[in-house]
Nanobody, 121 residues
Framework: QVQLVESGGGLVQPGGSLRLSCAAS????????MGWYRQAPGKQRELVAA???????NYADSVKGRFTISRDNAKNTVYLQMNSLKPEDTAVYYC???????????????WGRGTQVTVSS
């Protein structure tokens, strides 16, 4: 019923930049929050950044000042601009949406399949 499709991952040198995009489609009534999580090998998935429908943002301490999350509500799309990338940012990045389906009263969590970000020289 709902698809989250990520794009924009890849290989970048330390200090470089990447921009991730995630578009939500399907039988969506409204989207509350959208966010990005990441999971490095051998580690738990962690929140990177999130943005509410009102535009309030939340960042992990490790990315504050380097990453910027933004959202286009008309397109049901969330972006993550990543600057000054470090090797420790290497992970699979997952898009998440907290939304309400058409015809439903309940909020549900949806995930994208993930996009690999590798920071290496």
């Amino acid at each position: 019923q709902v698809q989250l499709v990520e794009s924009g991952g890849g290989l970048v040198q330390p200090g470089g930049s990447l921009r991730l995009s995630c578009a939500a489609s399907g039988s969506i009534f409204s989207i509350n929050a959208m966010g990005w999580y990441r999971q490095a090998p051998g580690k738990q998935r962690e929140l990177v950044a999130a943005v509410t429908d009102a535009g309030r943002t939340n960042y992990a301490d490790s990315v504050k000042g380097r990453f910027t999350i933004s959202r286009d509500n008309a397109k049901n799309t969330v972006y993550l601009q990543m600057n000054s990338l470090k090797p420790e940012d290497t992970a699979v990045y997952y898009c998440n949406a907290d939304l309400i389906l058409r015809g439903s009263y309940y909020r549900s969590d949806y995930w994208g399949r993930g996009t690999q970000v590798t920071v290496s020289s």
